[in-house]
Nanobody, 114 residues
Framework: VQLQASGGGLVQAGGSLRLSCVAS????????MGWYRQAPGKQRELVAD???????NYADSVKGRFTISGDMVKNTVYLQMNSLAPVDTAIYYC?????????WGQGTQVTVSS
């Protein structure tokens, strides 16, 4: 089972993108889904995640600009990114957790030009 991420691309500073992620096959028991990102030369960092109960968590650097939403039953998670800045340039990976298992997407490139 894989998570399939899409929606990345090239955008000018101040622009918006919406990332989407869906499981290739049904994953039962997902209780958390979210997004990480990795910029060149940097460690992968959590951007935002959401639980099956609807609780959300954001990195300080994206609060007020990014919004995460998702449906654990449908195995989907989205990331609405507004007011993008060059520092947001990275590969964005979606992930999900079900019990002790972690699932990852292949990553989608987001590039923000100044």
């Amino acid at each position: 089972v894989q998570l399939q991420a899409s929606g990345g691309g090239l955008v000018q500073a101040g622009g918006s993108l919406r990332l989407s992620c869906v499981a290739s096959r049904r994953i039962f028991g997902l209780y958390r889904m979210g997004w990480y990102r990795q910029a060149p030369g940097k460690q992968r960092e959590l951007v935002a995640d959401i639980t099956s109960g609807g609780s959300t968590n954001y990195a300080d650097s994206v609060k007020g600009r990014f919004t995460i939403s998702g449906d654990m039953v449908k195995n989907t998670v989205y990331l609405q990114m507004n007011s993008l800045a060059p520092v947001d340039t990275a590969i964005y990976y979606c992930y999900g957790r079900s019990g002790p298992y972690h699932y990852w997407g292949q990553g989608t490139q987001v590039t923000v030009s100044s």
